[in-house]
């Protein structure tokens, strides 16, 4: 006889939902805090231990005694270590990272001005290395040891083998200087610049918003190499994890499920198999996102693209202290943010993180 | 009782690093509107058995049979295309740990209606009703909320009475369920396996039932095959089970501690290397015509 | 009469083959050494691995022998010669901005790769293993710590801290690993805490505590050899990544010092040119990425070797 038991669905003890999520906040917030001052102290310690002596960058060399003496105090330089950290946190946490001396102007005002460069090519590179990189794993491993699933494991490979400061220099020579199909360095052709007006500080999406295509062409053209050059790293990285964790999933159970159920051998991959590999999958393109913009600092440098990572080899080059601290701060917040946000985005997609 | 299933001649093999494995060894059998058991130990062939008839065995294991025969369709010479069509629509299968055979990031309801549009024209909201009255049908409480779960909020109980409702759904006149209890805890596997029995009765359907539990085979099942390495070494009605002359068979049932004549110590099944080179028994129970 | 020699050392090599191939070893060492020896067979058999150690043994010995082999004084400058395109006065793969023989360069260049490759893949998995092993094993306060600060290095952008740590210490090859192992060792502290962990509640270590080995016996003697495997098949794969990061640290001017013919500055000097005369950025970066590549290749294959868990499949 089949009875009607009491079996609820979810035996586990409800907490309250505010409670919980009072709680998984404060948590985050806690790490990001702690990491976050760990950072700042760690770029603190290094600015402290640079050979370069901060007040002659201020005064010159041939300032007199009095006035050395006097700039060393005004910095702070007097007081205990553990006091100037306090106030360096200060500082930052104000949005203050001193002046630059190559451009005389406030370091915050420069980092403003140049991490749009970065976003664009970083952004481009992971949507192409997405959009190529998602298929390309997928299919090698549901066709294991086919002539694709070599061609990935290849395409993978030379990623991970070539410096991408030679491979772009190689790319400038044929593409550019060549063939002539691409634009060169930089991120347009010197007679476009300031054409458009700056609102998001993004090239190909200020033309697109003052509708000027001419200037949008010329932007693709110059954005189209170094961020090609990203995306194939992004893929590589991609491709790999994704046929990884593909071929974990097709092995599970409920892929048998779906295919007694008669659905089809795609409706089981793109629907089953990918929907399950959706969660992991967010974590890996959010670490290569974060690895691009930080990544960029030699392509950006190859492509002479004035972004993050140009700023601050250009800083460190000419002993510029206050930029190289404040550009290094700003690349670790963007990675600690991509961190918590591909954590946040998890816990959405998962329904057991909940 | 007509014929719903014939199989014949059918093998399995995978190869391996140290030759080919035999998984299953040119076994014939039939079934028609009754629940038939398959009973043997791990590694006996009696899982690939079930899913060689729908044809799930992945490359680069290889099937092979004279003929898989559902109702004068031969199977084998069907197209994968048509053979979607067979999966689920006509015969279905329960697996072991309904843990692992749903998906975890969908919504119960969303994997159910899946499998009832797949087979039968339908509107959204149409596969929902339907949906909500198969999960009435299992015994499932609240049916609603169970439609909005996801699979790791259900106990083990719950969730194989979701996979038995997804399974029969789109109405197979065939269920295999491969050791559909054998995951669950022991005080809700009577339940499962009574919802299930009461739906395969009432439906008229063809039930093979895989197990290594000789008890629960005997008591739900009308007839019973004993595999052994591949091969079908016995096949008998359930309830004469107990009669069983196959050393193995009996070597398994002596083996099983029993309440009503309680021994010091346990049989030990011993094997012998002369089963394993016997040949299959044919077990097609031909009701129209005698060959 | 004449074969009998090479007779019995036919048998000798088979019998040693049986002795390794033994499926019931007689003692540990010969279990472990049939084990290196079966996944020596599985690492013989797949030849893009063994491809790769090809080139990283004629890497080793162009090193070595890189005075012998060099045809030209890597240092020499013929400013008549400048620029000279490959093949031609004697130039193999060509003449740099200041005469001197790339090829040469290359050759004395490979020294300074395998001995920043080397000193990273020792001291970086050997920092790892002491925070990771004593985060794992003591736990407590000093866990939280330990982790603390490897989660925060992991935070850190890898090229820009080690950029950052360069042009605090000051430019060169000794700076330049420091900086790198500096960036290097949280993952393997991650490892190395996540082994001890699985360890650290096994029956024999309980059993050697009441023994009364003390918390440094059980993880210099026990813990610590445990770890090492998985350790090195970490440093296989990241070998590949410390050139890349050595050579762009050399690129960007941080690395080894002119004149030194450090791959990453030959790059780098070679950009000015590099559309007239390809070659002088061309050839450095082509090594680079060979012997990456044949990392990347040999850590490919030993990984699918060692790890059980993919062997199955």
């Known amino acids: 006889m089949a009875t009607t038991t009491t079996i609820e669905p979810g035996k586990r003890r409800r907490k309250p939902p505010l409670f919980s999520w009072i709680k998984g906040i404060s948590q985050v917030l806690f790490t990001v805090l702690v990491t976050m001052v760990g950072l700042l102290f760690v770029t603190f310690i290094i600015g402290r231990v640079m050979p370069i002596d901060p007040v002659l960058s201020i005064v010159g060399e041939s300032a007199t005694n009095d006035v050395y003496e006097a700039a060393y105090r005004e910095l702070g330089l007097d007081k205990p270590l553990f006091m100037q950290f306090l106030i360096f946190l200060g500082d930052v946490f104000r949005g203050d990272f001193g002046e630059s001396l190559l451009t005389a102007r406030p370091v915050s005002e420069d980092l403003i001005r140049v991490f749009p460069a970065t976003l664009e090519l970083a952004t481009v590179g992971t949507i192409i290395g997405v959009l190529l990189g998602v298929p390309l794993g997928v299919i090698a491993a549901v066709k294991q040891g086919s002539w694709i699933d070599h061609l990935a494991r290849v395409v993978a490979l030379i990623g991970y083998s070539m410096p991408v400061f030679w491979i772009g220099l190689i790319g400038l020579l044929v593409f550019y200087g060549m063939l002539g199909w691409v634009g060169g360095p930089g991120r347009l052709d010197i007679f476009y610049v300031d054409v458009v007006p700056s609102v998001t500080g993004m090239i190909l999406v200020d033309s697109l918003l003052a509708g000027d295509m001419v200037v949008f062409k010329n932007a693709v053209s110059h954005i189209i190499l170094p961020a090609g050059l990203l995306a194939y790293y992004s893929l590589a990285y991609i491709s790999r994890m994704t046929r990884s964790f593909m071929l974990e999933q097709l092995d599970q159970e409920y892929i048998t499920t779906a295919r007694v159920k008669g659905l089809s051998e795609n409706a089981v991959i793109w629907r089953h198999a990918l929907g399950n590999v959706k969660v992991p999958l967010i974590t890996v393109i959010a670490l290569s996102y974060a690895g691009l913009l930080e990544g960029s600092v030699l392509t950006e440098t190859i492509f002479a693209w004035p972004g993050i990572g140009l700023y601050i080899t250009t800083a460190l080059l000419s002993a510029d202290m206050n930029a190289v601290l404040g550009g290094t701060v700003v690349v670790g917040l963007v990675f600690v943010c991509l961190n918590i946000f591909s954590d946040l985005l998890y816990k959405i997609f998962d329904p057991r993180a909940k | 009782m007509s014929t719903l299933l014939e199989v014949r001649n059918l093998s399995v093999k995978f190869p391996t690093r140290s030759g080919m494995f035999e998984a299953v060894r040119d076994i014939s059998f039939s079934l028609g509107k009754e629940r038939l058991g398959i009973v043997g130990e791990s590694g006996s062939g009696k899982s690939i058995t079930g899913r060689s008839i729908l044809r799930l065995i992945r490359p680069p294991g290889i099937l092979k049979a004279d003929r898989i025969d559902l109702q004068g369709t031969d199977l084998l010479t069907l197209s994968e295309k048509q053979m979607r069509d067979i999966r689920g629509h006509k015969i279905s299968m329960i697996m072991q740990d309904p843990k692992f055979s749903l998906n975890p990031v969908m919504r119960i309801g969303e994997q159910i209606c899946e499998a009832y549009r797949l087979h039968n024209k339908a509107s959204k909201s149409q596969a929902r009703q339907k949906t909500l009255d198969m999960l009435d049908a299992v015994m499932i409480r609240d049916p609603l909320r169970v439609f909005k779960a996801y699979p790791h909020e259900m106990s083990g109980g719950m969730a ?43 439906r008229g359907m063809g039930l093979i039932f895989i197990s290594h539990d000789l008890n629960v085979v005997s008591a739900f099942c009308d007839r019973v095959l004993i595999m052994y ?44 290397e002369a089963w394993r080179s016997a040949p299959s028994i044919d077990s097609i129970v031909n009701t129209q015509a005698k060959q | 009469m004449s074969s009998t020699p090479s007779t019995t050392k036919n048998t000798q090599v088979q019998s040693w083959r049986e002795w390794l191939n033994s499926d019931t070893p007689t003692s540990r060492r010969q279990a472990k050494l049939s084990a290196w020896y079966r996944a020596w067979l599985a690492l013989r058999s ?80 050997i920092v790892g293993l002491l925070v990771g092993t004593a985060a794992g094993y003591i736990g407590g306060w000093l866990d939280v710590v330990l982790m603390r600060l490897t989660d925060i290095f992991l935070a850190f952008p890898r090229l820009v801290l080690a950029l950052a740590f360069v042009s605090a210490l000051g430019a060169g090859i000794e700076n330049a690993v420091l900086a790198i192992v500096l960036t290097a060792w949280p993952p393997y502290a991650r490892i190395a805490r996540a082994e001890t962990l699985t360890i650290r509640g096994a029956d024999y270590i309980h059993a050697i505590k009441l023994q009364g080995a003390g918390t440094m016996r059980v993880i210099t003697r026990h813990i610590w050899p445990l770890c090492i495997s998985s350790l090195i098949i970490r440093v296989t794969l990241d070998m590949a990544g410390i050139i890349l990061t050595a050579a762009g640290l050399g690129f960007l ?36 990425f060979t012997v990456s590549l044949a990392f990347n290749l040999l850590g490919d294959g030993l990984r699918d070797v060692l790890d059980p868990k993919k062997n199955t499949k």
């Open chain 2, 229 to 272: 390495a591949g091969r079908i070494v016995e096949t008998c009605p359930a309830d004469k089970l107990h009669e069983a002359k196959h050393p193995y068979t009996q070597g398994l049932l002596n083996s099983l501690p029993q309440l009503e004549k309680p021994v010091d110590r346990l049989e030990v099944l011993q094997r012998d």
């Open chain 2, 160 to 202: 194989q009475r979701v996979m038995i409702a997804m399974m029969l759904i789109p109405d197979p006149q065939i269920l295999i369920a491969d050791e559909p209890t054998s995951a669950l805890d022991v005080t809700v596997q009577k339940e499962v396996l009574e919802i299930m029995d009461k739906l395969v009765r009432e």
């Open chain 3, 46 to 125: 797949n030849p893009m691995a063994m491809f790769g150690l090809l080139i990283l043994a004629a890497l080793v010995f162009i090193a070595l022998f890189a005075p012998v082999l060099a045809p030209h004084d890597p240092f020499e400058q013929n400013l008549a010669a400048r620029l000279t395109p490959p093949g031609e006065g004697g130039y193999i793969l060509g003449s740099d901005s200041l005469g001197r023989d790339i090829l040469s360069r290359l050759m004395y260049g490979s020294r300074i790769t395998l001995y920043i490759v080397a000193l990273v893949a020792l001291m970086a998995p």
């Open chain 3, 253 to 288: 001017g941080l690395g080894a010092q002119p004149p030194s013919p450090e791959w990453g500055a030959m790059i780098s000097a070679g950009r000015k040119f590099i559309l007239d005369h390809w070659w002088v950025a061309t050839m450095p970066g082509l090594a680079i």
